[in-house]
């Protein structure tokens, strides 16, 4: 089984929707990441948490929210969909230290029309 | 604010042909700093990181990279690629303190296509 998981892989939705994207990380890690990858521009951190009662926004946080509910899980929200917010999300897990490698899921390919 | 930059968005090459791939970052800090691969529709996953020590890291799939902190870049290496290498490649830096401390500033990523 993998260690990080993303449902759903795939969603279609229509502009003004609300829609979860959930991970699950089986690592046991206590640092929790969302990102967001378009063509041209890399990934781009929307919020971390670095605990289960830290939660942080990231360069760009707008339009986003994230909850944490347990350690091993972590979702990302986007409260009411726009058309720019289509994208490939990916969600990752590291150890306690910056010096460590981040762990990432699969990814969500999201199409927002 | 600190950045990354890789030098090329697309590197065409033929097999058995070497290959670097060209990252440099913004600030003289103390970094930590990584190479992940992307092969499609998958996520990302760690080729090479330098933590400290021997500027010449060695990784995964015969991969190498070197840091210069004068020059503050970390340039990717292979010596003969294979196809199996096609995968977009991203260099990314983690600034050691302040408020950038454990969260990681990506390249805009180089897409590397081995032809036959």
């Known amino acids: 089984d993998a260690d990080v998981t993303q449902t759903p892989r795939n969603r279609i939705t229509k502009t003004g929707k609300r829609i979860m994207l959930e991970c699950s990380q089986t690592k046991g890690h206590d640092r929790m990441y969302w990102y967001r990858q378009d063509p041209g521009l890399g990934l781009r951190l929307i919020y971390y948490?670095?605990?289960?009662?830290?939660?942080n926004k990231g360069e760009i946080s707008d339009g986003y929210s994230v909850s944490r509910q347990a350690q091993a899980k972590f979702s990302l929200s986007l409260e009411s969909a726009i058309p720019n917010q289509t994208a490939l999300y990916f969600c990752?897990?590291?150890?306690?230290?910056?010096?460590?490698?981040?762990?990432f899921g699969p990814g969500t390919r999201l199409t927002v029309l | 604010a600190q950045s990354v930059t890789q030098l090329d968005s697309q590197v065409p090459v033929f097999e058995e042909a070497p290959v670097e791939l060209r990252c440099n970052y913004s600030?003289?800090?103390?970094?930590?700093l990584f190479w992940y691969v992307q092969y499609p529709n998958q996520g990302l996953q760690l080729l090479l990181k330098?933590?400290?020590?021997?500027?010449l890291v060695k990784g995964i799939n015969g991969f190498e990279a070197e840091f210069n902190k004068s020059q503050t870049s970390f340039h990717l290496r292979k010596p003969s690629v294979h196809i199996s290498d096609t995968a977009e490649y991203f260099c990314a830096v983690n600034y050691i303190g302040g408020t950038s401390y454990g969260k990681l500033t990506f390249g805009q990523g180089t897409i590397l296509t081995v032809h036959p």
């Open positions: 948490s670095f605990d289960v009662k830290d939660i």
């Open positions: 600030s003289s800090v103390s970094v930590y």
């Open positions: 330098y933590l400290s020590g021997s500027t």
């Open positions: 990752a897990t590291s150890e306690g230290q910056g010096r460590h490698e981040q762990f």
